[in-house]
């Protein structure tokens, strides 16, 4: 959705047993008929479209398939990433 201009970190927890924790997950959930791709307004002449636009209930297809599963960044550059110019995949 950022068309990469905002990266996401990869992280951990870690179990602390001198100190509680509360984790609280979110999470945003697209409508099954929408559609999931770079905001329009982070797509510009200068910083065209990374990552092409598809449908949400195709995209969870392919992420949860059993090629991808378990292994997320394979399915969005594999599969999402456009590369020159040309969707990969």
């Known amino acids: 959705m950022t068309n990469g201009i905002y ?3 990869m992280h ?3 179990v602390n ?5 509360l984790s609280i997950a979110t999470f945003y959930g697209p409508g099954w008929s929408g559609n999931i791709g770079p905001a329009p ?4 002449p200068e ?15 392919g ?13 969005i550059n594999d599969v999402l990433r456009i590369q020159n110019g040309h969707v990969k995949g």
Request: aromatic share 12%.
């Open 63 to 75: 992420y949860l398939s059993p090629e991808h599963l378990g292994k997320p960044k394979s399915y």
């Open 12 to 14: 951990r927890a870690v």
């Open 47 to 61: 910083r065209p479209a990374l990552f092409k636009t598809i449908g949400v209930e195709d995209f969870y297809k």
């Open 17 to 21: 047993s001198q100190k509680e924790r």
């Open 41 to 44: 307004t982070l797509v510009t």
């Open 7 to 9: 990266r996401s970190t």
